[in-house]
């Protein structure tokens, strides 16, 4: 029988076995987790394994183009990029951290709060980020900051190209302007990379030709090493830079313009109607496209400000055109032989329909006594029109005029154009309602349901000033592309209005008397022959510049015009709104516009 010595140690080498077994079995448990674990890794997962390795050392990052600039006929810039510069610290890289902000603290007083902003975002960011500390710099902090960059690699000065609009609210009706992407105004910007941001044009011809500004993006390819820090940068793919473009617009035209248009409200559209270049388009009032790239409070003005500079009323704006649309009117009257030169109504100062209670008004309550078709353009009789609507009809009106661009888009190159409102029987019955005399009545005069806007008036006026050969307005003359090759925009002709040539003389020597004899003597004499008319756009009913409207009431006042009348350069509509010096605008752009003719010419003579 054991001893109780011999029993104590038999009990102790069986639990010595039992527990030396159990560690054992646990070691043996976790050799298989760790071997299971390892199968999985290398033969389950080992091909998505390589590439998440691969991707932790190999990064691709994406390089944003140039955006294109935007020059005018002569080559004056109106859209181009300007280099601002930011700071950016890297933490990482800093033996001291806060001993780097004092320090920039004493160099740049302005940064004081950029310090605690800074320590803020250092907490919430990963160990290798990139910290923007401090934008735009001026030159003098630039130059004070290269004198201790080698002392702190941890600092950068970092360029970003951003839009800049040299010709400001001038030309903003035909620029548009750029928002950066959210996404890409908030992306880190990485050590050492040149950081160009993405632009999305607003507007205007940054809008319409967005595609071709903005180029195309490329591929960067980042090597890191174990603690992702980036050790080499390749460049794989290289940013294709946007398209610069040329436009047929003056930038110094604009600019007189705009002057001339101060605060008012209105538009100014110019033409060349040979081959449908616009010379100058301008909205009033207008707005500084840079401002968009400011903060949003700043930007918040320009949408409550009740005169809407953001409205581009050129090509928007929708307004009866009024007696603009009289010479049309006389021209189809006398090709379709309804009416002869000859033909004459009497006016004694208003017309009546019928037996009917209801009188339409002339702009001069004694009336023109016997008007022709020659008078009624010049003096702008509206008693003559009631009776040559009647005679016309309301399908064959909206019908010729469509054919010369009323109630149509004109295919502008710029985002935005509004078709206008030409009525006819179908529309109004698809409102609910008759088509009645008096309609057609206030239509033979431009008002009524009569919608225009300014470009269209211009872009009619320029098929009649050319004999009914028109062309497609547009803006962009010329691309240049990266490489250095230009492409012109050939003009692209509409189809033709038939017009006879007897009858077109007869018109239009009525329109060249208009600034001498007739309804725009305020315009005076001009160097070369000029054919015009004015328009009034009623607001309210019998509403005059001599009754005692609120100014929101008032008339709107149109002028167009074409000269010279033979082989004419240029067609001019001035629209201003509740005020009735349309045609004064007018006569000062025509000046300044022959001041800028003068000089190129005096310029190429010597």
């Known amino acids: 029988m054991p001893t109780l010595l011999q029993q104590s140690y038999q009990i102790q080498s069986h639990n010595h076995n039992r527990r030396l077994f159990l560690a054992w079995l646990f070691f043996l448990f976790l050799a298989c987790i760790l071997l299971a674990r390892l199968f999985s890794l290398q033969c389950i997962h080992g091909g998505e394994m390589y590439r998440r390795g691969q991707d932790n050392q190999l990064t691709l990052a994406t390089l944003a183009p140039h955006r294109g600039k935007i020059y005018d006929r002569n080559h004056q810039v109106i859209a181009e990029n300007h280099a601002v510069f930011h ?34 975002k250092m907490k919430k960011s990963h160990k290798n980020s990139t910290i923007r500390y401090c934008e735009q710099l001026s030159e003098q902090e630039r130059d004070i900051l290269s004198l201790v960059l080698y002392k702190y690699p941890e600092l950068q000065i970092v360029p970003e190209f951003r839009r800049y609009y040299p010709c400001g609210r001038a030309c903003a009706p035909v620029s548009g302007y750029v928002k950066p992407h959210l996404a890409h105004s908030k992306r880190k910007i990485k050590p050492g990379q040149v950081y160009i941001p993405t632009y999305q044009g607003i507007n205007g011809i940054e809008q319409y030709y967005q595609k071709a500004l903005h180029g195309k993006k490329g591929l960067q390819q980042l090597h890191r090493n174990a603690q992702g820090k980036v050790i080499f940068e390749d460049i794989t793919l290289p940013a294709l830079h946007g398209d610069d473009l040329i436009l047929t617009i003056d930038v110094r035209l604009q600019k007189m313009i705009a002057q001339r248009m101060g605060k008012l409200r209105g538009s100014a559209v110019m033409i060349n109607p040979q081959n449908g270049e616009i010379l100058a388009l301008y909205s009033s009032p207008s707005y500084d496209p840079n401002i968009f790239l400011e903060p949003d409070a700043a930007i918040q003005t320009l949408f409550n400000d009740p005169d809407k500079p953001l409205f581009n009323r050129a090509i928007a704006g929708l307004f009866p055109p009024a007696s603009t649309i009289k010479p049309f009117l006389v021209l189809d009257a006398l090709q379709s032989r309804i009416i002869s030169p000859q033909y004459k109504i009497f006016d004694p ?5 019928g037996d009917t209670e209801w009188v339409y008004h002339n702009w001069l309550k004694t009336g023109h006594g016997q008007v022709s078709p020659y008078r009624a353009i010049l ?8 009776h040559l609507s009647l005679l016309l009809g309301i399908d064959r009106i909206s019908d010729m005029l469509s054919h010369w661009g009323f109630g149509t888009k004109t295919a502008i190159d710029i985002p935005g154009e509004k078709s206008g409102l030409l009525p006819t029987r179908e529309w109004k019955e698809n409102t609910g309602q008759s088509w009645l005399v008096g309609d057609t009545i206030i239509t033979g005069i ?17 098929v009649l000033s050319n004999k009914g050969k028109g062309f497609q307005p547009h803006i962009l003359q010329a691309y240049e592309h990266p490489s250095g090759q230009p492409e012109t925009i050939d003009s692209q002709p509409l189809p033709p209005v038939k017009v006879d040539q007897t009858y077109w003389s007869y018109v239009v020597d009525a329109m060249s008397k208009v600034t001498s004899e007739g309804t725009g003597k305020r315009f005076g004499v001009f160097a070369w022959p000029v054919a015009a008319k004015t328009g009034t756009a009623q607001v309210a009913r019998h509403s005059g510049k001599d009754k005692k409207y609120a100014k929101n009431l008032q008339d709107h006042s149109i002028f167009t015009l074409f000269t010279p009348t033979t082989n004419p ?12 010096n349309a045609i004064l605008i007018a006569r000062g752009i025509m000046d300044d516009f022959l001041s800028l003719k003068t000089q190129k010419a005096n310029y190429a003579n010597h």
């Open 379 to 386: 003096i702008s009789n509206d008693t003559f029109f009631y």
């Open 349 to 353: 100062g208003f017309f009546r329909y």
């Open 87 to 120: 700071l950016d610290i890297k933490p990482m890289q800093s033996s001291n951290i806060d001993e780097t902000l004092d320090t920039l603290v004493d160099m740049l007083p302005r940064t004081q709060k950029s310090r605690s902003i800074f320590i803020e």
């Open 569 to 580: 350069e240029v067609v001019l509509v001035v629209l201003l709104e509740n005020n009735h």
């Open 446 to 462: 431009g008002q009524g349901a009569t919608l225009s806007t300014p470009l269209q008036i211009a872009q009619a006026t320029a």
